[in-house]
């Protein structure tokens, strides 16, 4: 006896519920569509505001100090500046 129910109402219960499940998984899926189609029709711009304490540096970064980039760590475009930058001065 499981909660007051027996064994074959608990499987009967879970088998149910698993055919419901299935049976709106093509909902949910059509659903999905549409929202992924509604949120991609449009452009997402984002625009930083360059508050003046964004880019503030009082120290050099600890790469920075053993000869390494002078850029933040996943500041990529400013590593590929300073890499073509110094392949071009070799």
């Known amino acids: 006896m499981m909660s007051g129910h027996s064994m074959e109402h608990a499987i009967a219960e879970t088998d149910k519920w698993k055919k419901i499940s299935f049976a709106f998984l ?4 059509l659903y999905m569509g549409f929202v992924f ?4 029709s ?3 711009e984002y625009e930083q505001v360059s508050y003046p304490f964004i880019k503030k540096r009082d120290k050099e ?20 500046k300073e890499r073509a930058a110094k392949a071009e001065a070799e």
């Open 26 to 29: 093509p909902f949910v899926g």
């Open 42 to 44: 449009h452009h997402h």
């Open 37 to 40: 189609v509604r949120h991609n």
């Open 61 to 80: 970064m600890p790469w920075a100090l053993k000869g390494g980039s002078k850029c933040d760590l996943f500041d990529y475009k400013c590593a590929a």
